[in-house]
């Protein structure tokens, strides 16, 4: 069975370590989030592909949900004695990856281009592919004023209540190569764990890609990224409340309008079953905080199951 993901942060990361355990790798393709991409110290940084990259090649911080295991800081404190930028928190290890990817796209490769390489040079036998290539980033408008997401997310610890989130140079954005086929050529559709307006809404917001999802022939679900109605990690609950006027499994149904067959939710939900099946989704109950490795592989399996009845 092939699978094209969509994912982005932390949830979407451990929900593909947890796939591709029970599928075989290279039968799934995540497209990932780019809406979060800055320039940091005069360096690329895509941080939702790291995370994938990290997580699928077993290099990702667990505890942290973030960057590289066995972290040092030592670039970046140097920096900052020098009068650098260190709001952004940049490991050495993690620096090693950005120089690549930076010198890379420097000298004209596109970023599905290094993507794809750095994934080679991981091992990594799943297909991970940005959302575009294209420059697409995200923005907060807030009552304190507008921010890039990671202005708003890292520097000012998400704090602003958001009244809209917007995609700057979504318009223009193509799909990134490999992204429509894996979409026309996949057996199943997974939207992952992830915020849905700050880490699938970039990937939506790409016209093609969503013009692709409005005319697919295969079954689509998603994994909503809430347990009795909190995030684990992130703002996403605090968002929901804001900009859907709750957070519970239907409200992150209404965030995929016409999109999603089913949605799997925490068992911690379940007296919302009959809302979301009131919207046309049919509701699927488990348990879906992913502590562990077992946890990631039975969360995994329960959306693989219900595909197979969507």
Sequence with gaps: ??????????????????????????????IVNVGDDLDVLGLHV???????????????D???????????WNALESAAAFGGESWFKLGDRD???????????RAGEALSQVTARLAAAAEIETVVVPAT????????????????????????????PVDRVRFEGAAAAAAAPGVL??????????????????????????ERIRRALDRRRVPCIAVSPLIGGRAVK????????????????????????????????DEADAEHADAVSGLGVRPVIARTLMADAAARRRLAEVALDALAVA
């Design 234 to 265: 992130g703002p996403a609950a605090e968002m929901m409340h804001r900009l859907q006027g709750g957070a519970t499994p239907r409200h992150v149904s209404d965030c995929y309008p016409g999109l999603i067959d089913a949605l799997v939710f």
């Design 62 to 72: 667990e505890e942290r949900g973030w960057g590289r295991a066995d972290e040092t």
């Design 1 to 30: 069975m092939k699978i094209a993901v969509l994912t982005g942060g932390v949830g979407g990361a451990r929900f593909l370590r947890g796939l591709v355990d029970v599928l075989d790798p290279a039968d799934v393709t995540a």
């Design 46 to 60: 895509s941080p939702d592909l790291d995370s994938v990259l990290y997580a699928l090649a077993g290099l990702g």
């Design 181 to 206: 086929d894996a979409l026309l050529e996949c057996d199943a559709i997974v939207v992952a764990p992830s915020n849905p307006y700050v880490s699938i809404g970039p990937i939506l917001a790409v």
């Design 95 to 105: 620096i090693g990856l950005q120089l690549v990817r930076t010198q890379a796209m």
């Design 133 to 160: 290539d294209d420059v697409l980033r995200t923005w907060l408008d807030t009552p304190n004023g507008s921010f890039s997401f990671q202005q708003w997310f890292v520097a000012r610890g998400h704090r602003d």
